[in-house]
């Protein structure tokens, strides 16, 4: 068992981690503060290969293993969470699809200009304004075959990177009947016809991330933008969903390490009661907690992405991973408030925006609750 990483993984991790403090944590603020999506620093990202994650090097990505994968969706969280959760929606949603389920044709076409950011970023729609969490009952966007060309009817909500992407991967229910099999993937260029992007919602947190309603009225795109075969679409999302989630754990953990870093430098600087902060045995506590519940989430990570890229099964680990990592990020940062008292209240410190940030992610790509579940039912051997 080896829990070092790799010499190329160390050397990785410190290129973005540079990258990260050089361009993206610097204007995390200010993004937040004017609810506007970091494009100068996502058009950086490129020559790193940080847009192209889950890409192969045939088609221009990075081609990288799962960890370094996770590694980098740490640093990006670590710098700014909303900029982090567009690039990891980006590559674990988006391109992720179209590499694992695409034809040779469809990665040709899609992936090169996805890894270079070209146009823009890509963006899944999975979530309808009635549907939350219920996928199989809950998708009502309509996409019928009709003369070489698919049909599409419906809307869709909290949608991330729809004004800044290309290509719009999109459930749709193109059986009528209902069924394990009556959904499917469908890539939506986002210039086409009958496209509507709503303005973006006004947000808690992960400000730096546009999200957007949308609706479909009467959008055509060409039969060949279908992803497998009709009816695959759930199981494509679950497996995609599966991904997502160590790609969220990863986010997660990269934003309680800034808060906790934040919390520390405070604790050492701050005097009171005769001393620095960092003398009084509750704040220590405070500490103690938080780096070892940030390592352990970690490591949680990193299982799940090496199971992964071993080719095993990693269904329950991805959800474990995203569950204790998502829920210490909002205790971890709950604290570096707490440390920092009134000034952890203030917008004049960052912890109370990694705050808001680390709020969404026991929401988004399945919720605290939905983890549970299918911990429970993988452990119960419920289908």
């Not at 090169?112 to 998708?139: F, I, R, Y």
């Not at 949308?214 to 795109?221: A, M, R």
């Not at 919720?367 to 452990?379: F, K, W, Y």
Request: hydrophobic fraction near 40%; proline fraction near 4%; glycine fraction near 12%.
């Amino acid at each position: 068992m080896e829990f070092e990483l790799s010499e190329e993984q160390r050397m990785w991790q410190q290129a973005v981690h540079e990258f990260c403090a050089q361009e993206v944590k610097p204007l995390a603020a200010e993004m937040d503060e004017r609810q506007e999506f970091n494009a100068e620093a996502v058009a950086k990202m490129e020559p790193l290969g940080l847009l192209g994650l889950n890409v192969p090097e045939q088609y221009g990505g990075a081609g990288i293993d799962a960890i370094s994968a996770a590694i980098a969706i740490e640093e990006l969280g670590w710098s700014d969470g909303g900029t982090g959760l567009s690039v990891s929606a980006h590559n674990g949603l988006a391109c992720a699809p179209i590499a694992l389920f695409g034809t040779e044709d469809q990665k040709q076409r899609w992936l090169p200009d996805l890894a270079k950011g070209a146009g823009g970023l890509g963006s899944l729609a999975l979530t309808e304004p009635g549907g939350g969490s219920d996928l199989m009952g809950g998708v009502k966007t309509r996409a019928e075959l009709m003369n070489g060309e698919w049909v599409l009817d419906g809307s869709k909500a909290w949608i991330t990177n729809a004004s800044v992407a290309s290509q719009i991967v999109t459930l749709c229910r193109t059986d009528q009947n209902g069924g394990s099999r009556a959904l499917s993937l469908i890539v939506v260029p986002t210039d086409v016809a009958g496209l509507h992007i709503h303005p973006a919602e006004k947000k808690m947190g992960v400000r730096a991330s546009p999200t957007h309603a949308l609706t479909f009225e009467n959008v055509h795109v060409p039969e060949d933008h279908l992803l497998g075969t009709p009816g695959d679409g759930i199981y494509q999302t679950l497996e995609v969903l599966d991904g997502g989630r160590v790609s969220i754990g990863a986010l997660a953990v990269g934003l309680a390490q800034s808060a906790a870093e934040e919390g520390i430098k405070y604790a050492k600087e701050r005097q009171a009661f005769g001393g620095p902060l960092s003398q009084i045995q509750a704040i220590q506590w405070m500490i103690a907690d938080a780096v070892t519940e940030i390592e352990a989430a970690r490591l949680l990570v990193y299982r799940a992405a090496w199971l992964k890229q071993t080719g095993r099964p990693f269904t329950r680990e991805a959800s474990m991973a995203k569950l204790f990592a998502t829920e210490m990020a909002e205790r971890v940062c709950r604290n570096a408030i707490q440390i920092l008292g009134g000034y952890g209240y203030s917008a004049e410190y960052p912890v109370e925006r990694i705050y808001r940030d680390a709020r969404l992610m026991t929401i988004g790509e399945g919720t605290s609750e939905i983890q549970r579940l299918v911990i429970a039912r993988r452990v119960l051997g419920i289908e």
